[in-house]
Nanobody, 117 residues
Framework: QVHVAESGGGLAQPGGSLRLSCAAS?????????MSWYRQAPGKEREMVASISTSGDTINYADSVKGRFTISRDNAKNTAYLQMNNLKPEDTAVYYCSSRWGARNYWGQGTQVTVSL
C-alpha cells in the first residue's frame, strides 16, 4: 500500500532553518514520480513551493522561496527533502508532500511549520 509521510516540521525563529523529509513507502518505482512540496497557510489556498523531476535535473521554486529553500531527492531511499533557510513568519503553514506519476498523485498528511519569535 502506498504511503507518503512528511516529517521535520516544528517551530523556528525568523532567520532560522528547518529540513523537511518526505518518505514514500509502497512505491515500486519511486524514481518515476515527480516530487513536490506544497504549503497551505490558514485562510489561504494551497500553493506549490518546489518541485523536482524524476532525475533531479529540473527544479522549480515559487518566487517567494527562491534563494532560501532547496528541494532534493534520494531515489535510493525513496525520500524527498526540503531544506528551508532564512525562514520568515510568512512561511508559516502546513507543508505537504506530493508524489505524482501520470494520473497517480499521492499526498501526505502534512507537517506544521511555524516561524515566530
Amino acid at each position: 500500500q502506498v504511503h507518503v509521510a512528511e516529517s521535520g516540521g516544528g517551530l523556528a525563529q525568523p532567520g532560522g532553518s528547518l529540513r523537511l523529509s518526505c518518505a514514500a513507502s509502497g512505491f515500486n518505482f519511486f524514481s518515476m514520480y515527480v516530487m513536490s512540496w506544497y504549503r497551505q497557510a490558514p485562510g489561504k489556498e494551497r500553493e506549490m513551493v518546489a518541485s523536482i523531476s524524476t532525475s533531479g535535473d529540473t527544479i522549480n521554486y515559487a518566487d517567494s522561496v527562491k534563494g532560501r529553500f532547496t528541494i532534493s531527492r534520494d531515489n535510493a531511499k525513496n525520500t524527498a527533502y526540503l531544506q528551508m533557510n532564512n525562514l520568515k513568519p510568512e512561511d508559516t503553514a502546513v507543508y505537504y508532500c506530493s508524489s505524482r506519476w501520470g494520473a497517480r498523485n499521492y499526498w501526505g498528511q502534512g507537517t506544521q511549520v511555524t516561524v515566530s519569535l
